[in-house]
């Protein structure tokens, strides 16, 4: 993955990481995937994460890609993507979803892609061949747009799932399911983060069918 010095004087971000003597792009991704993964308080602020000291594959990512804007490097790209969610990808979720008797559910991922390699620094072992095969769309987005257009997105994606599997569930009751996937997910995660590895820069120029960036 290609670095670059981060500057002064050049953004916000810019200014975030330089004041915790984190001088290079390599280092902030480091730095990103080692936060905690949690929600945030506003995900409107681009600089939440180090205001909460943690985040989410959204304000982690959409960080990143302020990072590479503020120093004028149009090669680091914001990637929304939908992927089936299912007990493969993560045991946590089995329970929630036998419950509810769905093999998997369609889940809203940010992640970055640099030229022509895929890149994931949501936890330090977090990885882009985890999610590659289970990817069902994907597009390009801006860093502020990690609320609103992704929620839209996602959403809509999941009432055309619910009509083509003719499931009886109403995007509503979905959604809260979703939700408890992702309450799921969050259990434990500060001490799996201290345990795991560092950060692996997982790449890929595959792409499947369905998404053509």
Known sequence: MKNFAINKNKGIISEEFLNKNILDFHSACKYVSELPYKRNSDKNNIKCIFDDLGGTCSTKHAALKKLALE??????????????????????IKNTLEKFSLNHIPEAHNYLKIDDEYFDFTKPNSEYSQFKNKLLIGKEIEYNEIMTE?????????????????????LD?????????????????????????????????????DYKL
């Open 150 to 170: 992704k929620v839209l997105f996602h959403k809509r994606f999941l009432e055309n799932w619910l009509s083509d599997e003719n499931l009886s569930y109403s």
């Open 71 to 92: 120093n004028h490097q149009s090669n680091v790209k914001l990637i929304l993507g939908i992927f089936k969610m299912d007990a493969e990808y993560t045991f946590k």
């Open 173 to 209: 009751e979905i959604w809260e399911i979703r939700e408890q996937c992702i309450r799921d997910l969050q259990k434990s995660d500060e001490t799996e983060i201290q345990n795991s590895s560092s950060v692996c820069f997982a790449n890929s120029t595959d792409v499947i069918d």
